[in-house]
């Protein structure tokens, strides 16, 4: 334990202390900004699956819904490589932004790495707007939002 002026910090997981700061700075956002919804909703996972004609598992997408207000976040997408190049990850993408749409989602984010695909995710209409150099070393990601289409 680590003593500043009669500070302490002290390591390890407190999940009660985690709540804790979470609502005090939720509290705090909320007394500033009125980018808030009167109504905040919960986060909830937004999963889907493909699989082939013979039942086996060729792509997957995790993401979330409102971790941020307003914002779909896409975490994994993934497809079996001999799958790539047909339509799977595109089709798993879109109708991912539909369910957001329903939900509520206005916007959707993501991350990807400079060897993954970040011109499918260019062609898809997210536009970058940050990149972490050396993450892990000698890999560069690139951050991208988009606006999704209103579902009215």
């Known amino acids: 334990m680590a003593n500043m002026a009669g500070v302490h910090l002290v390591p390890g997981e407190n999940e009660a202390a985690a709540e804790d700061i979470t609502q005090r700075l939720i509290s705090y956002n909320l007394a500033h900004t009125s980018a808030f919804p009167a109504a905040p909703q919960e986060p909830q996972p937004l999963h889907l699956f493909a699989y082939s004609a013979e039942g086996k598992l060729i792509g997957g997408l995790l993401g979330r819904t409102h971790a941020i207000s307003f914002w779909f976040e896409v975490s994994i997408l993934w497809v079996d490589e001999s799958h790539r190049h047909r339509g ?10 539909q369910e957001a749409t329903t939900r509520g989602c206005t916007y959707a984010r993501l991350a990807t790495s400079d060897y993954q695909a970040p011109g499918f995710y ?6 970058p707007y940050g990149e972490l150099a050396n993450c892990p070393p000698g890999e560069t990601v690139t951050y991208f939002w988009k606006a999704l289409a209103s579902s009215t």
């Open 88 to 97: 799977v990850a595109r089709h798993l993408m879109e109708r991912a932004e």
């Open 122 to 127: 260019a062609r898809l209409g997210y536009v």
